[in-house]
Every structure is written in C-alpha cells, then in structure tokens.
DNA sequence: AGCATGACGTGAA
DNA sequence: GTTCACGCCATGC
C-alpha cells in the first residue's frame, strides 16, 4: 500500500536525524512531498506498532513544543532526552534555530 | 457512506 | 507573547 509506505518514510526520516538535533512534523511531511501530512506524520508514529528504532522525542512541533501525548514516558521524558542529547531549550521549547535538522 | 477525532500548522485576535 | 479558531488528510466507529 502506498499509504504504508508514506509511513516508513516517516520512520525513516526521523532515524536520519542526528544526536543533539530535531525535527518538525511538518518539515517530515514536505521532505516526503506531502506538505500538509504533519497530521499523518505524527499519527505514523503514534499508531504505528514500530519500536524505540524510531527516534520519536527528536520529532516536535513547528514552534519548538514537544508532543502532549508522548508514548515514551511523557514530555517531561522527552524534555530530558533533548537536552541529554545536547538540545538546547528556549521557554520549554526546543531551539529549533540551533537544533533544527532539515532533512531537506 | 458519513461523522467525529487526532503526536499539526498557520493566521488572527 | 499568548491563546483561539480554522484548515489539511487519514483513520476509527
């Protein structure tokens, strides 16, 4: 199925961000050609039965803000990730001016 | 087949 | 700067 292929290259276009950056739903969605996907981005990873190989904490919002519903243990989890892997945060939002990775 | 929901994004108040 | 509302597409019921 097409659409089953559009979420694996969700899966793997977050497993190309590197340690220390991160990336938008939005920004997935348009690498794939499908700018207005970041809904089904973040559905992808949120229903899709793939495991920690996907480094979902490194996928925010446009604005820098994490998830609400993060499955790994929660923001506050999520928070802690970032910012062991280097990620800067401004206000409890990422610093997507230093830490953004265009896959693009 | 249609309605309601959802890990989003952008614009406006 | 923050908060609200609308719009986009796919999935679930």
Redesign the pocket.
Known sequence: ?E??N??NQVYEAVKLIPKGKVS??????RFLG???????????????PYPIK?P??R?????G????????GGANE?YRLLADEGVTFI?N?VDLKRCLYKLI
Not at 24 to 29: D, P, R, V
Not at 34 to 47: E, N
Not at 59 to 63: G, K, L, P, R, T
Request: proline share 2%; glycine share 4%.
């Open positions: 199925m659409n089953e559009f979420f938008t739903y939005g920004e997935i969605a499908k700018p207005y996907y970041a809904r089904q981005v973040g559905w992808a990873l949120h229903k899709n996907v979902c904490h996928v925010v919002f446009s604005d803000s994490l998830s609400s519903a993060f499955a790994f999520q206000a939002k």
